[in-house]
Every structure is written in C-alpha cells, then in structure tokens.
C-alpha cells in the first residue's frame, strides 16, 4: 500500500508540474489507481481526455489478478471491432 501511495504521489506531482499531457504519467497514473483498488478515482480518469495505454493497462491488471480494474478499464474502450 505504501508503494501505491509513493506511486500515486509522484504522479500527481508531474502531472502538477508538466504542461503538457504525457503518455507514460497517465497510463502509470491509471495503473497505481487500479493497483491500490480505486476504482472510482480510476473509472473517473478514464473517462477524461487522456493519453493513457488503457489497452495495455487492462491486459496487465487483468493477468495480476485485479478483474474489478480491468472491467473498469475495458468498459471505457470505445473498441468496436
């Protein structure tokens, strides 16, 4: 738990401190939400703009076991293939 708040804290900082929207902070900003199981700060950044690998992150969370977050994740793909 300690990580996922040290994670979450250095994400947010950069985001404080970065002008510009960057991949890599917001997807490691969606996975320490899901990791630290919250989901509705999650489900609520997602459904922002964002620049995340979404994808990519559902994949991993979901192979760790945390199917609450992937489902999250998944559902706010708009993927229509």
């Known amino acids: 738990m300690r990580v996922c708040l040290r994670l979450r804290r250095f994400c947010i900082t950069r985001l404080a401190t970065t002008p510009v929207k960057e991949r890599t902070i917001d997807t490691e900003l969606i996975f320490s939400y899901a990791k630290c199981q919250q989901l509705g700060d ?6 922002s703009p964002n620049l995340a690998d979404i994808q990519g992150v559902g994949d991993k969370v979901f192979d760790e076991g945390m199917f609450e ?6 559902n706010s793909i708009s993927n229509n293939a």
């Open 42 to 47: 999650l489900e609520e950044f997602v459904a």
């Open 69 to 74: 977050a992937a489902k999250v994740l998944y």
